[in-house]
């Protein structure tokens, strides 16, 4: 019985290892519910542009970042029904339809050819770009199209009425291609003296081929029940010889970075299809390790820059598998994965079920299951029925009739080479062998070991102790009544001299030398709510709060928070643990990973893999990260999982809505806008911006946010890829997006679009300076009207002016005409009285010349100087003849004057003359002379002087002589000439050598 007993643990422990070895890789499932157009998968192709191509039974879908976009024949798609694709050398696409024909995208149009256009056949198998062509294998025959004309040239000779003449791939040898057919043999394909329609030659009749995989010089023909594989030369040669491996039928082949093949299997009748690896001649099922629960594999695809397989199944849709081994999860059999421990030989895993112990060199495991540990309770408890602890002894008392199935599993510690563990029904030690060492019947969920290695334990309601022989329950109790005394705890973590303790209601405990300490009650730090613990290599404490903040805490010389991470930089609500690797601090939540380093964060979640995180346990040993989850566990290599890694990340437009309106379809190519810059008016101001990443493994890694202008704020982090600028002002801006990699914890800048909301019209430089010119030109206007305006009265007032000074300059000379005639009438006079007839006659003769010259010249404004001096001579003459000519007259004129063409006022200077004749000599004067003198100064006036050598002006006569009605008349009518200034006549008078009178007019 004990035999059986052993054989059946052992058959179980086997089974447990097999569970243990069963790693899988990271892998999402995507079918309809994720937007798939179709759950039928025939053709995948990932084009140079990173872009996975999709074919299915309805429809063709393009999946770029996780989402999808789906085209059909009202998008321009030539058949919904979509079994091959193509990439050529110029970067156009082609989709071959099983009953339209092929359709060619060049990234903004879909063109349709069919037989209509020239085609052999609409039902599409395979296409393969090779040099400038596109070669179609369809149902019955081969066309061949040139990628830049389009031009169809179709192979009649490829034509049979053979029912299995489809053509199932292509291969090259040198510069020549090949085609297989299902079964009508293998084809060369010849162009003879550059002849535009190739001929065929069979090669040979292997028949059957489903599809062919080509890598270097190696054929993989896949055949119904198994997979052929021939070296290049041997299968373009007659003579062919392969080896067969494998089973079912494979429908596609890739290779990824390392070398290693992958294919996808169908077997139609069978159920033996799936994803295989070709592993040293062997098909090994990956369906497990990747995830694949379909059996109907028809298309693989691998994205290199990702490390990513895809695969397309006829029944459930896609499958993305990352081939990344830094992240690997192990089912463990449904089983809770409570914790990890390790020694020198052994990894030890705690879960809900018992523990298990696997050997680190021969990978041999051991278990030990809930039934072992209750029967060594129960033996304790047989042998010790009077000396169990009981509540009234402070123990919080256990219940020893739980039964196995009830077992409950809190922690897992090492110490030295022993292991312990502490659950519902009590405390056990045991070793690498798994025999257990020690029973303590005690209840507790947090314990810890002392620096001195004695176990602690803590009572949640009755203080600690610390147990001096566990053996024999000998131990030191500390009241909980001792406010040092740790109580509440949700922690212990034990530093190199000391233990730590975090409470959830009353903060960090410490135990050194034999001594508690509270913290809180000491006032060494005041944070209270405190829930995990864990202590570095580099001997820091680090330590998280119940509200989600972490702390860092340097021990030495004291303790003192060095550094606090916020929960803002925490990704997730809830930390559920915390472990460090290097200089890396690994904070886990119900969301992920969150690495801190420095100030720099990382995140890792299900994108990179952690599907599962319902994370129960975390250990860091040696490089590897273990997580339990609620039914396995992942292995991480940390070293490969946080080594940075530069990525070539672009952003592009996707979207580009302008006052809800969408760009044209023209500014798109390749799903990207690739329009101008825009020039917006002033009322088309709310822009709605999407974008996605280019080149960048993990996408959803990425967190964006954005600026205006190079000099504006930044908006706040978020992972929304569309950008909302609602009723933005006029102006110029270049939108640039930071885009954050919590991958890699590197951020970058990159430019998005540049643009340019014009001003209102009003507003427009143009416009208001338009304005400013019209107003100008207004101002100019007004200010030459009133200009004009003032002048025109001025004109009118001086018209006016001037006229009325003709007038008065008329009644003036009217004035003096009498005064003169009244002067000459007394000459006339006087010759009658001395009975002279004749000298009388002569002079009245002069005398009426004179007057008519007078009355000719006193009409005039202004008359020539000829004309004044004659005027003045013919006086002097009459004057002279009337006092005998005692007077001797001589006249000076500047010879630079132009008697003829110098004009002045008439009968301005007669006066003075006559004032000479009958003021300045007296009868005894013995040689009275006057001098009348023209000459011109440098300003241009006219200068004229009348000078005389007569008595002068006796000063008591002064005021008589300035009343003297000629000089009077003579100065009111220089004033009222043009340009009259002061001092223009000048009066100069000496008594007894005569006067001199200067008289000065502006030309």
């Not at 020198?344 to 879960?351: K, P, R």
């Not at 760009?663 to 825009?678: I, N, R, V």
Request: charged share 20%.
């Amino acid at each position: 019985m004990n035999f059986i007993r052993c054989f059946l643990f052992f058959i179980l422990i086997y089974g447990n290892f097999l569970s243990l070895k069963g790693q899988q890789y990271p892998s999402k499932h995507f079918t309809t519910l994720e937007g798939l157009p179709n759950n039928a998968i025939r053709s995948l192709l990932v084009d140079s542009r990173g872009l996975l191509w999709i074919g299915t039974e309805n429809g063709l879908s393009v999946m770029e970042n996780g989402h999808f976009t789906n085209f059909n024949e009202s998008d321009g798609l030539a058949f919904n029904s979509c079994w091959a694709i193509a990439e050529d050398e110029i970067g156009h696409m082609w989709f071959g339809s099983y009953g339209g024909g092929v359709t060619m995208f060049d990234g903004e149009k879909f063109e349709v050819l069919s037989q209509k256009d020239g085609l052999i056949n609409d039902r599409i198998h395979h296409l393969f770009s090779h040099q400038d062509k596109i070669y179609v294998g369809t149902s019955n025959g081969l066309s061949v199209i040139d990628i830049r004309t389009l031009q169809i040239v179709n192979v009649p000779e490829s034509q049979s009425d053979h029912l299995q003449n489809f053509i199932s791939g292509f291969f090259v040898q040198g510069d020549t291609l090949h085609y297989t057919t299902f079964g009508n043999g293998t084809y060369r394909i010849i162009y003879m003296d550059q002849q535009p329609v190739p001929i065929i030659e069979k090669i040979h009749s292997h028949h059957l081929i489903y599809s062919i995989g080509q890598f270097g010089d190696t054929i993989f023909s896949s055949n119904k029940g198994n997979t052929d594989r021939f070296s290049l030369h041997d299968f373009a040669s007659k003579a062919i010889h392969g080896d067969k491996m494998g089973h079912s039928i494979n429908w596609s082949y890739v290779k990824d970075k390392n070398k290693t093949l992958y294919v996808g299997a169908w077997g139609i009748y069978t159920k033996d299809g799936g994803i295989y690896k070709i592993e040293n001649d062997n098909m090994v099922n990956m369906d497990q390790a990747f995830g694949v629960s379909s059996k109907k594999i028809l298309a693989v695809a691998y994205d290199k820059e990702r490390n990513v397989l895809y695969a397309g199944s006829n029944d459930l849709g896609l499958y993305s598998i990352r081939l990344d081994p830094s992240i690997l999860y192990y089912p463990f059999e449904d089983r809770a994965v409570l914790a990890f421990e390790e020694n020198a030989n052994f990894q030890v895993i705690l879960h809900h079920m018992g523990i298990t112990l696997v050997n680190k060199k021969s990978g041999a495991l051991f278990n030990i299951n809930q039934k072992t540990f209750t029967d060594s309770k129960d033996n304790y408890v047989k042998r010790h029925q009077n000396v169990l602890p009981k509540h009234e002894d402070g123990f919080f008392e256990l219940d020893f009739n739980i039964v196995s199935s009830d077992m409950e599993f809190y922690e897992l510690h090492a110490q030295g080479d022993h292991f312990w563990v502490n659950t519902n029904i009590g405390i056990y030690e045991f070793n690498d062998k798994g025999a257990i060492l020690n029973y303590l019947p005690v209840h507790s969920y947090c314990m810890g070991f002392t620096p001195e290695g004695k176990l602690l334990e803590s009572n949640p309601y009755g203080g600690v102790r610390i147990f001096d022989d566990v053996s024999a329950m000998k131990f030191t109790t500390y009241s909980d009544q001792d406010p040092h005394t740790p109580v509440q705890l949700s922690k212990i973590g034990r530093a190199d001299h000391a233990l730590y303790f975090s409470s959830v209601f009353h903060g960090l405990y410490k135990y050194d030398k034999g001594e508690f300490t509270s913290m809180l009650r000491d006032n060494m730090w005041m944070e209270e709510k405190l829930k995990r613990l864990h202590y570095t290599e580099k001997g820091q404490l680090i330590i998280a709060s119940e509200f989600g903040e972490v702390y860092m805490a340097a021990l030495e010389p004291s303790f003192k928070i060095v550094q606090k991470i916020d929960r803002s930089e925490i990704i997730g609500n809830n930390i559920l643990f915390l472990e460090s690797y290097k200089e890396n601090l690994i904070i886990g939540t119900e969301r992920g990973l969150t690495v801190y380093n420095d100030g720099q964060i990382r995140f890792v979640d299900q994108e990179q893999g952690l599907l599962n995180r319902l994370f129960t346990s975390a250990k860091v040993m040696g490089d590897d990260l273990y997580l339990g989850t609620s039914k396995g566990y992942y292995i991480i290599k940390l070293n490969e999982l946080l080594d940075i890694k530069e990525y070539s990340v672009r952003l592009a437009l996707t979207e580009v809505n302008i006052n809800h309106q969408p760009s044209s379809a023209l500014d798109y190519s390749w799903f990207a806008y690739e329009g101008p810059s825009l020039e917006l008016p002033y009322d088309q101001n709310t822009l709605l911006i999407a974008f996605k990443s280019v080149g960048h493994p993990f996408p959803e890694k990425l967190a964006y946010r954005y600026r205006l202008h190079p000099d504006a704020e930044w908006s706040s982090y978020r992972q929304e890829t569309r950008i909302e600028l609602p009723y933005l002002p006029y102006g110029t801006y270049a939108l640039e997006v930071e885009a954050y990699d919590r991958h890699t914890g590197v951020a970058g800048i990159y430019p998005l679009i540049d643009f340019t909301i014009h001003p209102p019209m009003f507003l427009r430089s143009w416009f208001i300076i338009t304005l400013i010119v019209l107003f100008l030109i207004n101002i100019w206007a007004l200010y030459i009207y009133r200009i004009r305006l003032l002048k025109n009265r001025e004109k009118k007032k001086a018209d006016i002016e001037r006229r009325l000074a003709e007038i008065k300059l008329e009644a003036l000379c009217s004035q003096m005409n009498p005064h003169f005639t009244f002067n000459a009438i007394n000459s006339v006079q006087y010759y009658i009285l001395k009975n002279d007839t004749a000298k009388a006659v002569a002079y009245l003769g002069k005398f009426s010349k004179l007057i008519r010259t007078t009355l000719d010249l006193s009409s005039k404004q202004r008359i020539s100087l000829y004309e004044e001096i004659s005027y003045l001579q013919s006086y002097v003459s009459i004057e002279n003849s009337r006092i005998e000519n005692r007077v001797a007259f001589c006249l000076e004129v500047d010879s630079s004057i132009d008697q003829k063409f110098t004009f002045l006022p008439p009968m301005l200077i007669q006066p003075f003359i006559e004032n000479v004749f009958v003021h300045a000599f007296d009868s005894h004067h013995t040689d009275p002379q006057l001098h009348l003198i023209f000459s011109q100064d440098g300003e241009g006036k006219l200068h004229c002087m009348v000078k005389d050598n007569g008595m002068g002006i006796n000063p008591a006569r002064v005021n008589k002589f300035r009343e003297s009605k000629g000089i009077k008349l003579v100065r009111e009518r220089v004033q009222l000439l043009k340009g009259s200034e002061a001092n223009q006549l000048i009066i100069d008078s000496k008594l007894g050598i005569g006067t001199n009178i200067s008289l000065y007019l502006v030309l």
